[in-house]
């Protein structure tokens, strides 16, 4: 079992483009997490679904949308990027929002 | 909402001093996890908490869930090199989401 991938691992962007962070899990897990961490911030929710076909707003929602394609994949679309987007986002996935999370490998993006 | 704040932020020890990290919660929880972050990797599970004053060891970490459920605590016995990283505590409260602490970082000199 690969766990929870992510794609791609490292991008580098200019302000105002966009772009999609792809996220799969192979767990059946029905939760599904995209997080942000910058230094000294821990790691903040920006995104999760608890279930198939819902999604809700976390801590630092702004400037991002998600889609839950299926119960494997959760994916977290910037629309019109900013220097202050510049970050390591993780997704995670648990079998319930209680229950532990699994995290991906990360993406590193920088938006210059 | 929910705060959850963990003290140090960083800590240097000695390989074989002790280490203890403290996690506080703004709200009562209704449990609380610990996960570990190696320098360039993604964070890993190490235990979830669910009753008051629980206690739970691992080999040489003991976790610790407070009376009220609204404070909890890492400690590791004589450290060693491999015990590097970051380690956050999360708490999951009434909204039923889970939230990080800032996280502990810690540096051990061999």
């Known amino acids: 079992n690969a766990g929870v991938t992510q794609t791609p691992k490292f991008q580098v962007l200019k302000t105002g483009q966009s772009m999609t962070l792809q996220c799969a899990q192979d767990?059946?897990?029905?939760?599904m997490y995209w997080y942000r961490q910058d230094p000294g911030m821990g790691l903040r929710l920006i995104y999760y679904s608890a279930s198939e076909g819902t999604t809700d707003k976390g801590e630092v929602p702004n400037g991002y949308n998600v889609s839950r394609l299926n119960k494997r994949e959760f994916s977290l679309r910037l629309e019109s990027a900013a220097p202050s987007q510049t970050s390591v986002y993780f997704c995670?996935?648990?079998?319930?929002?209680?229950?532990?999370?699994?995290f991906g490998p990360g993406t590193r993006l920088t938006v210059l | 909402g929910q705060q959850v704040m963990q003290i140090p932020q960083y800590q240097h020890v000695q390989e074989g001093e002790d280490f203890t990290t403290y996690c506080n919660s703004s709200t009562t929880l209704s449990n609380i996890q610990w996960y570990k972050q190696r320098p360039g990797g993604h964070p890993v599970f190490l235990i979830q908490l669910v009753k008051s004053g629980e206690v739970k060891k691992q080999k040489r970490l003991t976790f610790q869930f407070g009376e009220a459920k609204k404070n909890s605590s890492l400690h590791i016995t004589a450290t060693q090199t491999t015990d590097v990283g970051t380690y956050f505590c999360a708490g999951t409260g009434g909204a039923q989401k889970l939230v990080f602490g800032q996280g502990t970082r810690l540096t051990i000199n061999p």
């Open positions: 995670a996935s648990s079998e319930l929002v209680r229950n532990e999370q699994f």
């Open positions: 767990m059946n897990h029905n939760s």
